[in-house]
């Protein structure tokens, strides 16, 4: 999952340098890592729980 996301931000990152680009294709791509970056953070929430001492 994280290498995906990573890889996202360079394929984002190339594609928003080349003129013209696809703004549908990017703003795809975006919500996709965005999906990621969520999904993550809610399994990384999940398997070290905010336990407060």
Request: net charge positive; charged share 40%; proline share 4%.
């Amino acid at each position: 999952m994280e290498s995906e996301h990573r890889d996202l931000d360079s394929v984002i990152e190339r594609l928003g340098e080349v003129l013209p680009f696809d703004q549908l294709k990017l703003q795809r791509l975006k919500k996709r890592k965005l999906v990621l970056k969520d999904e993550m953070a809610r399994l990384r929430s999940r398997i070290l729980p905010d336990i407060i001492a």
